[in-house]
């Protein structure tokens, strides 16, 4: 399990399963405010997983995902900042996530 649940942003944790994962990310950030206090990120992920009991493979099925996201530097000191994403996947899984730290 991810314990910030922040791998695989566009699908509800739990929705795809199996034996083995393999996931990937990435992500562009830049900031909006020359003072660094208002940001912006663009990113994409893709996920496979291996399901022994359906005779299915790493790679056989492919989960890619989107979005989006706003960042507010929340404490400049640790640099800390208040994240809100929007993510879209395959077959209109979607979702909204908050947090108070990056998401990697």
Do not use: H
Request: charged share 25%.
């Amino acid at each position: 399990m991810d314990t910030y649940g922040r791998s695989g942003r566009g699908y509800v944790e739990g929705r795809f399963r199996g034996e083995r994962m393999l996931y990937g990310e990435v992500e562009y950030r830049a900031t909006l405010t020359r003072n660094g206090l208002l940001g912006l990120v663009a990113f994409a992920n893709t996920s496979t997983f291996s399901d022994l009991q359906n005779n299915e493979r790493l790679f056989d099925v492919v989960a890619p995902a989107g979005g989006v996201g706003l960042r507010l530097l929340f404490n400049k000191r640790s640099r800390a900042n208040l994240c809100v994403d929007v993510a879209w996947g395959r077959q209109g899984s979607r979702g909204l996530y908050l947090a108070l730290q990056e998401a990697f």
